[in-house]
């Protein structure tokens, strides 16, 4: 499987962006769960939200309401909407899929998100 993220960039702490995903591939049937990670300079990857094929999602203990997880199906596609974003929210966000028993996850390659103050 291979994942595309974008929808990165540099924006004021307040704003908003929209991050997105999409997933291609021969395995992309044996995708189950989708989600997004990031990661701060000197910090460990952290999970910020997380999505089945169902619909149900899942999100990191420090994210709040101001992320919002969603997924397209059809496009084999997720995005995230970050709304009030905060300078500690600067990172690399990094898109994952896992398969139906979580034996095989993918990464793709991250897309930076800065946050001004």
């Known amino acids: 499987v291979q994942l595309q993220a974008s929808g990165g960039g540099l924006v004021q702490a307040g704003g908003s962006l929209r991050l997105s995903c999409s997933a291609s591939g021969s395995d992309v049937v044996h995708v189950r769960t989708m989600a997004w990670y990031r990661q701060a300079p000197e910090k460990q990857r952290e999970l910020v939200a997380a999505i089945t094929r169902g619909g149900s999602t899942d999100y990191g203990d420090s994210m709040g309401d101001r992320f919002a997880i969603s997924r397209d199906n059809a496009k084999n596609s997720i995005y995230l909407q970050m709304d009030n974003l905060r300078p500690e929210d600067t990172a690399v966000y990094y898109c994952?899929?896992?398969?139906?028993?979580?034996?095989?996850?993918?990464w793709g390659q991250g897309t930076l998100v800065t946050v001004s103050s």
């Open positions: 994952n899929a896992a398969n139906w028993d979580y034996s095989t996850e993918w």
